[in-house]
Each structure stands twice: as C-alpha cells, then as structure tokens.
C-alpha cells in the first residue's frame, strides 16, 4: 500500500459529522484508491464503482463491518442483523428475513396508509415548523406497529417517551463509533447517562412487547413473527428478541425518515416533477414515481459509504490490502460520476425511465446497499416513502421558503438534513 496516495486523516477529527463529504472530496483529489493513518492504523478508501461492488459482494467471509462498530453496538445491546458478522449473521439473516415478507406482516399497505393519513392532517391542521421532526413521527408510528403492533401515534400526540428515548440513540451510536476512543467505558458524560436511561426503559418496553407477543395465536407483527416461525431448537434468545427488535425500531425510523426529508426536499424545488407524481397518482402503477424516488436516492444517499474490514488478504486494482486493514468503501461516489451517470449532480428522474438513451449505469447507485447484505427492509422503506410523496404531491403545494437557506448535510447514524425548511399549503 506504499504507493497509494495518502490524505491526512487528522483532519476528519475536526467535524465527524462531515467525514462523508471529506471522504468524497478526497476521492475527487487522491482517485479511486487512496489510504490515510489514524491513530497509528492505516485505512484504505476504495470509491470505484466496480471494486466497491466486488468488495460488498465479498461479504461477510472476506469483509466485515469494521468491528469497532460492532462493540458499540454490542454494548447497547442493538446487536440485531445489522451489526452481527460471519456464521452468526448467517442464522440471524436465515430466522429474521422470513418475518419480514409481507405475507407475515399482513395489512402492511393499510398501516402505512393509515399513518400516511395521520401526517396529512397534521400538516392541514398547523404550520408545518419541522418537516424532519414530523417525518420521524411518522416513520416511529410505522415501524412500532410493524415491528411490535403499537399504535403510538406520536402525529398526533401519543407515545412521545419512547420517540425521545429513540431520538437519543441515534446521536449518540454516530458519536461513539467516531470516537477516537471509547471514552465513555471509563468516563460517562451527562449524555452517555441519559443514553443508559433511555436503553434501560426501551428494554422495559420492548420485554413487554416481547412477552405479549409470546401469547398471540396468529402472528400480525416482526416480534410475533420470530416468536413463531421457528423450532425451539432454533429460537431466538431473549437478549436476541431485544436485539432484533430494537435494531428493527431504530434503523427504520433514522434511514427513512431522512430517505423522506431530502426527497422532499428536492420535490420542492421542481413543481413540474410534482404535477406528474399528482397525475400518475390514480394509476396502479406508478413508474415516475419510482424514478424520483431512485433520483433523489442517487444524488443524497443517507449511507454513503461504509467502513469495514478485511478477514483475508485482498487485491484491490493490483494493489494487496493485508487481512485485519480497516477499509471505507464509498457507493456513494459512483452514484455522482459522470463515468456512471451523464450531469451526474442533475436532478434528473428520467433517466431512471425505461428508453433513456443517456449514460445510465443503474448499479452504481447503491442506496440499500449491495451483496448478500442487501438491506432487507427496502420494502417496507420503499412503501413509506411512495405513500409520504405521493399524498404530498397530490395534496400539498410544496416550495422553498424565501429567502432560502440550503440545508446542511450532517451524519450521525445516516446523514440527516439540519436546517431543512418547507413550506406545505393544503390544496
């Protein structure tokens, strides 16, 4: 790795919630291949499309999650299909993934629907002040009645506890795996107290779901479902139950909230894209809209890169990567070159419409990921956020406030958009 170009990591200790654009703007200046030391061990970043895809391909026999991450998430006890590796996500991916289908979750569509309905008449009712904070209103109330069968309606004021006990999680899980060190095993600051409060009582919560779910003759939700759908001999544990459940919860509510937020934010800024959202609307089919949502997905993907590590040596464009490296890969900058895709920085859904004759090399956009750990809620994500754009395309008159202050990008557990401002009239 002696001839690689090197970037001086120190500098992404200055802003972590930044580290993704530096990553990018580093790849823009060093290339495709480049590597920088922290702490006295080196990283490599890789930001070709097709190495990336190989490397994700490679997963989990030669790749891992990098496994800092793994004990931050271990120690809060979120250690669900997202964070766990090799055999043991194997059995966790073959016992979580059928509880997932939508013969499992039956009256998915009508759930969505019914809390899509709730976000609409908040925003009829008052100002809408937080369109972000709203949308993780509105994806909580999906995922708790999805993954526990918990009507919280926090739209319209109910279930707020456990919203506020969620809303320290994500923080705090971004800031300790970008710690330089683990501060809080020796020393715990008033957040990282709050944070054991908050885990404690979602646990009460959740365990109370759990044993309820343990009575129920027909499974109607995720819990009751990994409750049911196996052997003994196979069945979760109850710290796994925990485990599936939170992650289920958390990762849900944080990815596609944002996912919503900065596609709204690019509807606002292109009515001509809206009125063919609002004249598809009726249409049992509905590929414009899709191509938006593909769109808006390419140019702001919430998990932009993502660090791992090597289980073996591997070679990377004739260069070996000893076993043990900490490797960042960056789907996300393939989805804005112009190698993949022509005026990448384009907002441009057609090209994701069958007959596009332009450079459209689809792979490369990778918003759920790639390889065997492919995310396995897509679907579900997918729902929400056709249901949130089409019921804002067809009744809301959406636009950018004036004058206008483009949001900033910030990344915690997914990069959120802070200072997002909307303006939303009821048609």
Sequence with gaps: MKNL??????????????????????????????????????FVVVSETQAVQRILRERPDGFRRLSAIESVLTEMGVDGLFAVEGEEWQRRRRLVTPAFTPNRLR????????????????????????????????????????????????????????????????????KRVNAPVPYWRYVKLPADRALDRALRELREDVDAVIATARTAETPTNFVEALIQQHEDSEAFTAAELFAESLTVLVAGQDTTANTLAWLLYHLAQHPEVRERIRAESAEEKRPYLAAVIAESMRLLPISPFLFLESLRPYVIDDTEVPAGTAVIVLPGHGAVDEANFDDPEAFRPERWLTGYTGTHNAKASMPFGGGPRFCPGRSLALLEIEAVATMVCRDFELSLPTPHVPPRERFTFAVEPVGLRLLLTAR
């Design 5 to 42: 170009p090197v970037a001086n990591g120190l500098r992404l200790l200055g802003n972590p919630s930044t580290i993704h654009q530096r990553l990018l703007e580093w790849s823009g200046r060093y290339g495709p291949l480049y590597r920088f030391n922290l702490f006295g061990r080196p």
């Design 107 to 174: 009256g998915l569509d009508d759930t969505v629907d019914v809390i899509t309905d709730r976000l609409a008449r908040r925003w009829r009712k008052d100002p809408v002040e937080d369109v972000h904070a709203d949308l993780m209103r509105f994806t909580v109330d999906v995922m708790a009645r999805v993954a526990f069968g918990y009507d919280l309606n926090t739209l319209e004021g109910g279930g707020n506890a456990i919203e506020e006990r969620l809303q320290r999680l994500f923080p705090m899980i971004g």
